[in-house]
Structure formats: C-alpha cells, structure tokens
C-alpha cells in the first residue's frame, strides 16, 4: 500500500518530525518537555486518588483498585491522545501539504510519534505502581495490546484525519464523542456491571467494541484474565475483522480525499 511504502521510505523524516512535534508544543515554557510527561500523569493520579479515597471505590475483585485502574486508564490515554492529535495533524501541518515533494500519507505518523513518547512514559510509571503493589505484568500481553492499539488508531485516523481536513467540525465532534465513550468504556467500571443486562447481550456488545477490547485486554494482563480467548477467541477475531475492514476503508476515503487538501487548508 501507498501509506506504508511512504511511511517507510521516510521512516527517519517521520521520527524527526515527531520528536519536534513533542517539543515544540511546549517550546514557550519555562519547563518545556517535562509539561509533556507531567499533565498526563497528575490526570491520571487524580482520576485514581478520587475515586479510590474520595468516592470510595474500594477494590475490584481481587485487585487493589489502583492496580485495576492504572492500565486501564494509561492505554485509554493513549487511544484518546493519539485519535485526537492524529486526527487534526493534517491541518496542524498544512504548510507541508502544499509542498508538492512532501509525503501527505506520512502527516498522521507524525503525531503519533509524538504522541507515543508521552504513552509510553505513562504506561512505565502505570507498570511500576503495579509492581509496586505487587502485581507483575505480562509483557507479552501487553505487546500484543499497545500493537493491537496502534492498528486500530492507525486504521481509524486515516479516515478521521481526512475527514478534518476537508470538514473541520468533525474534529470537535469527534472530541465530544471521545468524551462520551470515556464513561461507556470499561475504564472505571468493570464489565461485571452490564453482566445481567438484556440477557447477557450488553456486555457482549460492549466485548465487540475495539477500545473496550483493548482497554479490558490491557488491563487483565496486569490483573489476570485474558479476553483474547474468551468465547474460543470470537472477540479477539472480531476486532482484527473491524480494524483491518476500518483501515482499507479509511485508506481508501485518505487516497479519494487526498487531492483536495491543498485547496481546503
């Protein structure tokens, strides 16, 4: 395919860019890239102190609650940084666009790199807290999920980043709808809540939803449990289904779109 034929010819462009991308966001500080590490951590520190000590959530299972919700809130991070960031990198680097040697397809990449540098700073100190706690991590697992969530987020921005480009309200609906599916995630509450609902239908809908299986997947490989295997692997075999369908799909609306950017931005 084009996309990645480019991504790999310009492999070392894309990962100078991206690092700029990071600093330059936070060039006019006195802190600089530190910014980048410490917003997404005290979120992610807030989110567990709340409720953990002021809602009083207690523990989940037989799980400490922070250990239940740390991995689960660091992989969401990154899903909701990168969708978003991607999605409006085409726009954020549109003096590239009218460059006529410049790769467009490799725009995307770019953000996600520097997106990347931040997740995996906040998986680490997720990891460490865990093992704090005494609950070691499957590295295996948690490889197949960070790569299982890059394919996804690759597949997905390749159709929202062109659909911002040509029509910028999509991007703030996006941002609305990443909102709403925080609470309709199981990050905070745990797949046993809809376990009853409408016959047990529920919670298997929630098992097809792409974010849901990563997050849960994620999750269950610091705390045990694997959704990878679940119902002989159907939920497993639905998601790579819905990412590669969403990524031929999306790849073909980027290539369709392509032409028009230079005359939108």
Request: proline share 3%; aromatic share 16%; with cysteine.
């Amino acid at each position: 395919m084009d996309f990645i034929k480019a991504l790999w010819k310009n492999k070392k462009l894309v990962w100078q860019l991206g690092k700029n991308d990071f600093r330059n966001k936070f060039a006019n500080t006195s802190l600089g890239s530190i910014w980048g590490f410490l917003q997404p951590f005290i979120y992610m520190i807030t989110y567990a102190i709340v409720l953990q000590y002021i809602l009083r959530t207690g523990n989940s299972g037989d799980s400490p609650f922070i250990v239940w919700y740390l991995p689960a809130m660091a992989i969401w991070q990154f899903l909701n940084d990168s969708i978003l960031n991607i999605t409006n990198s085409i726009r954020n680097y549109s003096y590239l666009v009218k460059k006529v040697l410049f790769p467009v397809d490799v725009i995307p990449a770019i953000s996600l790199i520097s997106t990347c540098i931040t997740s995996i700073f906040v998986i680490i100190v997720a990891t460490i807290i865990c093992v704090i706690y005494g609950y070691i991590p499957n590295i295996l697992l948690m490889i197949y999920y960070i790569f299982a969530a890059l394919c996804f987020v690759i597949g997905l921005t390749r159709l929202t980043s062109a659909i911002t480009t040509l029509v910028p309200d999509f991007g703030q609906l996006l941002s609305i709808v990443m909102q709403i599916l925080f609470w309709f995630t199981p990050i905070i509450w745990d797949l046993t809540f809809v376990e009853g609902l409408a016959g047990g239908n529920v919670l298997r809908i929630v098992k097809c939803m792409p974010i849901s299986y990563i997050v849960t997947g994620f999750r269950q490989a610091f705390v045990g449990g694997s959704i990878i295997t679940d119902a002989h692997g159907i939920y497993t075999l639905i998601f790579w289904i819905i990412t590669i369908l969403i990524f031929v799909w999306s790849n073909h609306i980027f290539k369709k779109c392509k032409k028009d950017f230079a005359d939108v931005l």
